[in-house]
């Protein structure tokens, strides 16, 4: 008689999914810039609230991030879920310009500034770009670290077709003279 032990399937990063019947479950806190470009990424347990995994997700960015200045802040646009003194107090410390909707307010009563749109849809679009790699879609890896390579690898595409759709140089991503250049066009 074979006994499955339900421990060993998930092991880290995977706790109870509050919105399927309990079922082990992961969720990915990802951190964009204004295009859709994921700047980190971190992946917990599904029943973590997204407030306690803020700082985290900030101490993952990959790159050099330039200090604010006057001339050019740095505006950090989070959703109701984010509306706790932490981490006002977090994104104070990191010198960000806060955007958060409060917790309690229709849509109608938060503050529009006349020719400007709503970007949380933008987060929401890279998160929408990572669910295409079907190996992403359902986690069917056992060790958090196998499933957080494949999270980098399909961030490394989505920047490499975002560089050729906004116009970036793509020595400027993918230093092409130091490193050897893999043929992306046959991952994506």
Not at 16 to 29: E, L, Q
Not at 47 to 69: C, G, Q, W, Y
Not at 104 to 132: F, L
């Amino acid at each position: 008689m074979v006994l499955l032990q339900r421990h060993l399937l998930g092991e880290k990063s995977t706790g109870p999914n509050p919105t399927d019947r309990s079922k082990s479950g992961t969720k990915r806190s990802l951190l964009v810039d204004g295009k859709g470009i994921p700047l980190g990424m971190i992946v917990d347990e599904a029943n973590r609230h997204d407030m306690k995994m803020t700082e985290a997700t900030l101490k993952s960015i990959v790159i050099d991030r330039p200090e604010p200045t006057v001339i050019s802040q740095q505006h950090m646009c989070m959703d109701k879920g984010y509306d706790y003194p932490e981490v006002y107090e977090l994104l104070e410390d990191y010198g960000y310009t806060i955007h958060i909707c409060l917790r309690g307010e229709s849509r109608a009563n938060c503050k529009r500034i006349p020719g400007y749109r709503a970007r949380h849809w933008v987060v929401e679009r890279t998160h929408s770009w990572m669910n295409r790699f079907r190996r992403l879609l359902i986690r069917w890896e056992k060790k958090v670290e196998n499933y957080v390579a494949m999270l980098h690898l399909a961030c490394t595409c989505i920047t490499y077709r975002a560089a050729r759709l906004f116009g970036y140089p793509c020595e400027l991503l993918l230093n092409v003279s130091d490193c050897i250049c893999f043929n992306f066009e046959s991952l994506l």
